[in-house]
């Protein structure tokens, strides 16, 4: 199939996608991805809620080809320095392991110490993202113990 100029592909400029523009954007990625690569992913998350079911802290992550994407993790202000954050890292980890996953990666700008106490390494580093900062992105291979 010839390549179209870039004058007869109609472009449409969207600001502010939406949740189904973006998950069907996802799924076709993904349905490309699989035909060289059969994938299969599993998201899940842990969350801790107050009394009255407000989120005060919790990790998301997903899980395909073996390693765990950790997503997000927050703690509030409130639980913060109370080994709530490893409480959450722990569960995630445990629950990929058992899942059968053999790593785990992640990305963060603000928490880069917290990761490298809890054993992940550096296996690369996005200079000025957010501007003044560095985005570290960081692994750990999960025992199986």
């Not at 993790?73 to 320095?81: E, F």
């Not at 390494?121 to 291979?141: A, I, N, S």
Request: aromatic share 12%; proline share 6%; glycine share 8%.
């Amino acid at each position: 199939m010839p390549a179209l100029p870039s004058a007869s592909l109609p472009l449409e400029y969207d600001p502010s996608p939406t949740p189904e523009t973006r998950a069907a954007l996802a799924r076709e990625i993904n349905d490309f991805n699989s035909r060289a690569f059969p994938y299969a992913s599993t998201r899940f998350a842990y969350l801790s809620r107050g009394a009255d079911r407000t989120l005060q802290a919790g990790v998301m992550g997903t899980m395909s080809w073996g390693w765990l994407f950790i997503e997000a993790v927050w703690v509030s202000d409130a639980l913060r320095g109370r080994g709530v954050g490893r409480a959450l890292m722990a569960a995630a980890e445990r629950h990929a392991r058992e899942a059968g996953c053999h790593a785990v990666w992640l990305d963060t700008f603000q928490a880069r110490d917290f990761y490298l106490a809890l054993g992940y390494e550096t296996f690369g580093v996005l200079e000025d993202y957010p501007p003044g900062q560095q985005r570290t992105f960081m692994r750990k291979v999960l025992s199986s113990a």
